[in-house]
């Protein structure tokens, strides 16, 4: 299983600026939504999802509209979609239309709140993921986008 995170907005944190580019389409007839996850400039996690689209595994999404804001459990699905390929080699820097981009179809949304962590722990937000994955202290997770729950 994995659990990959997802931002929606534009943002700064410090003096960096993120211009994310996941999306969602939710057809609220079916309760279905279809998550648009764009990869890593430098791609050095893409083998994660790569290898749970291989495996079939199952992935935890969580969105947040933007940085430094408590994350909402959409659901988990194992049908994942490669829209487009890594177009350059993995630790090069890639343009937006060079990334890989990955559509996830969670058949049955969930928009859970997960509950706020205590506010003076450093990647709180992305511990409460992880918290919710069951991974929060297993080793070989940091706090990035995506998460593997490794079997014990």
């Given at each position: 299983?994995?659990?990959?995170?997802i931002?929606?907005k534009?943002?700064?944190?410090?003096?960096?600026h993120y211009?994310?580019?996941?999306?969602l389409?939710?057809t609220?007839?079916?309760?279905e939504?279809?998550?648009?996850?764009?990869?890593q400039?430098?791609?050095?996690?893409?083998?994660i999802?790569?290898?749970?689209?291989?495996?079939?595994?199952?992935?935890?999404v969580?969105?947040?509209l933007?940085?430094?804001?408590?994350?909402?459990?959409?659901?988990a699905?194992?049908?994942?979609?490669?829209?487009q390929?890594?177009?350059v080699e993995?630790?090069?820097k890639a343009?937006?239309?060079?990334?890989?981009?990955?559509?996830?179809?969670i058949?049955?949304?969930?928009k859970?709140?997960?509950?706020?962590?205590p506010?003076n722990?450093y990647?709180?937000?992305?511990k409460?993921?992880?918290?919710?994955?069951?991974?929060?202290?297993?080793?070989?997770?940091?706090c990035?986008?995506i998460y593997?729950?490794?079997?014990?």
């Amino acid at each position: 299983m994995i659990g990959l995170t997802i931002t929606e907005k534009y943002a700064k944190v410090g003096n960096v600026h993120y211009d994310y580019k996941d999306s969602l389409k939710e057809t609220t007839e079916t309760n279905e939504m279809n998550v648009l996850y764009h990869g890593q400039k430098f791609g050095r996690y893409d083998s994660i999802i790569l290898d749970a689209i291989k495996n079939h595994e199952l992935c935890k999404v969580y969105l947040r509209l933007v940085p430094n804001t408590g994350f909402t459990y959409l659901g988990a699905s194992a049908q994942y979609e490669i829209i487009q390929e890594r177009k350059v080699e993995n630790n090069v820097k890639a343009n937006d239309d060079e990334i890989l981009i990955v559509k996830i179809k969670i058949p049955n949304a969930l928009k859970h709140k997960l509950d706020l962590p205590p506010t003076n722990i450093y990647g709180k937000y992305k511990k409460q993921v992880m918290k919710h994955m069951g991974i929060l202290h297993q080793k070989n997770n940091v706090c990035v986008g995506i998460y593997r729950k490794y079997d014990n």
